[in-house]
């Protein structure tokens, strides 16, 4: 999931979950689409799918397609297993596992019955004062968000009442003037996609149509590239929409997997062919890019120029559009090469670019994601990277796992190892056990050659300081105590917490395609640290500053992601 992860991600997150059950459903879905299959179509009760009176499908098509993009037909191919065969659980770790889950369901648990107490179908619950919070279009953000966490919980009971609840949110109106098309994708879209997929009630499948025809609107433009931040009145009013001129990457393309599926599921192509187009111009642009391979953080949807801009990473603003593209490929059961073809051609430039090895105390053998700007100087193109880290970058090691298992790549998986290290490193090396938001590091001289130097640290962090003097070990001593930096960062510029999913996501991906025990104690660690540190005395806030030593200061927020991704 960009700061929805940010400006909250992607998140669809419940797609993490439900990775390995599309190895298995994706035959199923593909039969289907087919027209020459003999495979039976669900029935769906009158109106799930098919229903005119709808309010966002009695509005005019002001540019309606001329060749619609079917969605694949044929077999699937036969993909690789993803995860590790384990052997028989032993009697100790299957009590040690059973005792871990039962807590975090009790943290989740209690958590949901606050929010049910104080703030039930409002987006969000302020976990310190208790209030309610409208923050993603007043729809209940958390209530849709948290389905499928309640499934995969056994909370039968709270799950049928917050589906009867979820089946009467108004999609007519919202608590936003701007809407942004991203968010409403992964949280809402992908919420009610996830919780039909496992629990088979049509009711979300219903629910999941009606906001994937709202958001089928915002791709009502003369290009059919999609308003990403959107005048939801004016929509609603039946105004006529171009597309803008900038708009980030990550929430331009980030629609896919939800679009895709639910056309799967209902048989419509219009939700794939709206994502289709957009795929086809980064495929045509991926290599004509400032950095080739890869595409900037800003783009211009309305001239369909997704290559001019001189900003590239796998962080903020950009994320889920290649955390999507290996998911897509098995999603798609291999019948679209071309979600392999990008995702190898964007992994070569960041394996070489993007990735970086920072030199701590302990030389550990850690990367870590950074961003890099082009430079033209005189006609010459040069780089110029930022060592920077985030936490939300941390889904790369998820991403580079899975993408290193489905398309035999084993340079891949050693490098998800060391992304994921990297992550649990900065979880460790805080002294409250968080990994802060966003961060600078020192870089070793080269991947291989990475001996600690103290005083070359130092001088990195007067550098970062934009200190005038390099060789004032003093001044970098002042700096920091003063900042709190342990050793190895140079700069932390966001100290905060925000419950985010990212790191212990890519903890449970790479733990179920390795099978490492390490990683068990390291995610365990993680929930400990997180929960011990945001609790209130009703649910969990996040932390404004990670770097202190005990009780560190909360913010009155829980994002939906906290209850909707992080405990699942």
């Known amino acids: 999931m960009i700061v929805r992860r940010r400006f909250s991600f992607p998140i669809l997150i419940a797609a993490i979950l439900l ?9 199923y879905v593909y039969r289907l689409a087919s027209s020459g299959s003999t495979a039976r179509k669900p029935h769906f009760n009158a109106g799930v799918i098919d229903d005119e009176h709808y309010f966002w499908r009695k509005l005019p098509t002001h540019y309606p397609v001329q060749d619609m993009r079917p969605l694949p037909t044929g077999l699937p191919r036969k993909l690789p297993k993803i995860q590790k065969v384990f052997e028989e659980e032993s009697e100790k770790d299957a009590a ?8 975090v ?15 039930f179908a409002s987006d969000e619950l302020a976990p310190i004062s208790g209030e309610s919070k409208e923050t993603f279009g007043g729809w209940g953000a958390t209530l849709v968000d948290s389905l499928d966490t309640l499934w995969i919980m056994s909370m039968r009971e709270e799950f049928e009442e917050a589906v009867a609840a979820a089946v009467n949110i108004d999609f007519r109106t919202s608590s936003l003037d701007s809407v942004s098309a991203f968010e409403t994708t992964i949280r809402y879209l992908g919420g009610f996609l996830s919780a039909y997929d496992l629990s088979g009630d049509q009711r979300l499948l219903r629910k999941a149509r009606e906001v994937g025809d709202m958001l089928y609107k915002a791709f009502d433009t003369p290009n059919r590239m999609p308003l990403t931040r959107w005048d939801f009145d004016y929509a609603a009013q039946e105004g006529q929409q171009i597309a803008p001129k900038r708009a980030l990457l990550a929430e331009v393309g980030s629609f896919c997997m ?27 642009q991926q290599k004509t890019s400032q950095l080739p391979g890869m595409w900037p953080f800003t783009l211009n949807p309305r001239e369909e120029r997704f290559d001019s801009d001189n900003t590239f990473g796998l962080g ?3 994320d889920s559009t290649y955390e999507y593209l290996p998911k897509m490929h098995a999603l798609m059961g291999g019948l679209l090469p071309s979600y392999q073809t990008m995702y190898e051609e964007a992994m070569k430039t960041a394996l070489k670019y993007i990735f970086y090895r920072p030199m701590v105390p302990d030389t550990a053998d850690i990367l870590i994601s950074g961003t890099l700007h082009t430079k033209n100087e005189e006609g010459k193109m040069s780089l110029d990277f930022e060592h920077e880290g985030q936490h939300l970058v941390c889904y790369a090691g998820g991403m580079l796992a899975v993408g290193g298992k489905l398309f035999g790549k084993p340079e891949h998986l050693e490098a998800a190892r060391k992304l994921v290290d990297g992550c649990i490193w900065t979880y460790k090396a805080m002294p409250l056990g968080i990994m802060p938001e966003t961060f600078f590091m020192a870089p070793c001289k080269s ?7 103290e005083t070359v640290w130092k001088r990195a962090v007067l550098y970062q300081a934009g200190a005038p003097d390099l060789t004032d070990m003093a001044h970098a001593d002042r700096i920091i105590s003063k900042f709190r930096l342990p050793k190895g960062f140079t700069k932390i510029n966001e100290a905060g917490y925000l419950l985010r999913p990212e790191a212990i996501e890519s903890v449970f991906i790479l733990y179920r395609i390795t099978g490492r025990g390490d990683l068990l104690e390291s995610a365990w660690a993680m929930f400990e640290a997180i929960q011990e540190n945001t609790k209130t ?27 909707g991704e992080t405990l699942k």
Do not use: H
Request: hydrophobic share 35%; glycine share 2%.
């Open 537 to 563: 005395p009703l649910a969990n806030a996040a932390l404004s500053d990670v770097t202190v030593d005990s009780n560190p200061p909360k913010d009155d927020s829980m994002e939906s992601f906290w209850m």
């Open 447 to 453: 991947q291989t050659e990475c001996e600690w130097d």
């Open 96 to 103: 040690t596992r059973r005792q871990r889950q039962e807590t």
């Open 258 to 284: 939800e679009f895709t599926r639910l056309s799967a599921i209902t048989g419509d192509p219009k939700w794939f062919d709206a994502t289709e187009r957009i795929r086809e111009v980064f495929e045509q």
């Open 19 to 27: 990775l390995f059950y599309y190895f298995s459903a994706t035959q």
């Open 316 to 318: 903020a603003l950009a």
């Open 105 to 119: 369901k009790k943290a989740f648990a209690r958590c949901w019955e606050s929010y049910k107490a104080k703030a």
